[in-house]
T-cell receptor
Framework: DARVTQTPRHKVTEMGQEVTMRCQPI?????VFWYRQTMMQGLELLAY????????DSGMPKDRFSAEMPDATLATLKIQPSEPRDSAVYFC??????????FGPGTRLTVL | RKEVEQDPGPFNVPEGATVAFNCTYS??????FFWYRQDCRKEPKLLMS???SGNEDGRFTAQLNRASQYISLLIRDSKLSDSATYLC??????????FGTGTRLQVFP
């Protein structure tokens, strides 16, 4: 049963620290999305890639967030420096047939 | 106006009840429509796609009304296990999916 995996599942850090979140999409899926979910905002699109190229990162605060896809099996989302308002669950999703998005279990980030 | 709007609920219904959710979308050019289900502290999972002619999957029926720009989800014979948040999803510009903030359903015994 192919799944999207994300690491770490939970991260607690202090304000100002760097945070790196990783995602392994389902093998063969060439489009990867990063979302952030909070109680207040729901699911927000941060960035997405197709064939490892960034297509849209307009939802991402550019000064502190960066997203990359160094190879087809790994996508990363980095926050530097982190702030308390970044506390959220960060989901990665990869896209299969008919636009169906398959989500990873998420990284629950708490910035103190 | 939000691109995708849903009533946040919660909808509290007894087991066996029929419940319906609606969702409106603003982009008339949208082509793909979905309902996702999200359990507490879990990731969203695809429940069903929504087709122009309407479609049914067991106790779940989804319908699309392009003229009025809304989609609906009907759940018949509600089970306790149906308790979750239901996310309405529409494709926006390009191939991005726009998620509603969800409608919470609580089924009680």
């Amino acid at each position: 049963d192919a799944r999207v995996t994300q690491t770490p599942r939970h991260k607690v850090t202090e304000m100002g620290q760097e945070v790196t979140m990783r995602c392994q999409p389902i093998l063969g899926h060439n489009t990867v999305f990063w979302y952030r979910q909070t109680m207040m905002q729901g699911l927000e699109l941060l960035a997405y890639f197709r064939n490892r190229a960034p297509l849209d990162d307009s939802g991402m605060p550019k000064d502190r967030f960066s997203a990359e896809m160094p190879d087809a099996t790994l996508a990363t989302l980095k926050i530097q420096p982190s702030e308390p308002r970044d506390s959220a669950v960060y989901f990665c999703a990869s896209v299969g047939v008919a636009d169906t998005q398959y989500f990873g279990p998420g990284t629950r980030l708490t910035v103190l | 106006r939000k691109e995708v709007e849903q009533d946040p609920g919660p909808f509290n219904v007894p087991e066996g009840a029929t419940v319906a959710f609606n969702c409106t979308y603003s982009n008339s050019a949208s082509q793909s429509f979905f309902w996702y289900r999200q359990d507490c502290r879990k990731e969203p999972k695809l429940l069903m796609s929504v087709y122009s002619s309407g479609n049914e999957d067991g106790r779940f029926t989804a319908q699309l009304n392009r003229a009025s720009q809304y989609i609906s989800l009907l759940i018949r014979d509600s089970k306790l296990s149906d308790s979750a948040t239901y996310l309405c999803v529409v494709n926006g510009l390009t191939d991005k999916l726009i998620f509603g903030t969800g409608t919470r359903l609580q089924v009680f015994p």
